[in-house]
């Protein structure tokens, strides 16, 4: 028991250092151009894998197809909540390679929290954005450097930014369809 808690500890320091270090450390060391680096990639595949193991509140493995190759493709990514619904929002915008994946598969992904679940992303229109946006960035530190609000913002800042961040509604599936968002089965993503 003891051994495991040490390694739960481990990975969960690795996790948040990793988190941080996205915003305390200069922004190009991990993302340039609204690409990875290879230190970011790096970064993002540990990451990765630790978001898909531990049971970090709304800290998730994203894995979608490659729309030209077919692999699968991980990433670490943020839920965001708000108003019942939860959400993932590119931080990078529309150069994030989930993102065109994502819409080519037509919403259809895995999340893996302690476990894989499939999911269909239905996207956000651009008007319906700004409040998603905004929870998004209050949750997650490592999305604040790529997104031109803070916070503390209006609304209205959001809202003028809107259109740069594609934002998808999560919807589990259940035997493979999807289930309505205000179903149980969704609070089974937290």
Wanted: charged share 25%; with cysteine.
């Amino acid at each position: 028991m003891r051994r495991w808690l040490l390694a739960a500890a481990v990975a969960l320091g690795a996790c948040l250092a990793l988190t941080w270090g996205g915003v305390l450390l200069p922004r190009g060391w991990f993302y340039k151009d609204r690409r990875p680096t290879t230190l970011g990639r790096m970064v993002n595949d540990v990451t990765a894998w630790l978001y898909g193991m531990l049971p970090l509140p709304g800290m998730v493995t994203l894995e979608t197809r490659g729309r030209r190759s077919g692999r699968a493709y991980t990433i670490p990514v943020v839920i965001a909540d708000y108003n019942g619904g939860r959400y993932l929002v590119s931080m990078l915008g529309e150069r994030s390679g989930w993102v065109p994946n994502v819409r080519a598969a037509d919403g259809r992904a895995v999340i893996k929290h302690g476990g894989r679940r499939e999911v269909r992303l239905v996207e956000v229109p651009v008007n319906e954005r700004a409040p998603i946006i905004k929870a998004y960035v209050k949750r997650a530190p490592g999305g604040r450097p790529h997104i031109k609000a803070s916070p503390d913002d209006s609304i209205e800042e959001f809202e003028r930014i809107a259109d740069e961040h594609p934002v998808f509604r999560i919807t589990p599936f259940v035997g493979g369809v999807a289930v309505p968002p205000a179903a149980p089965a969704e609070a089974s993503l937290h």
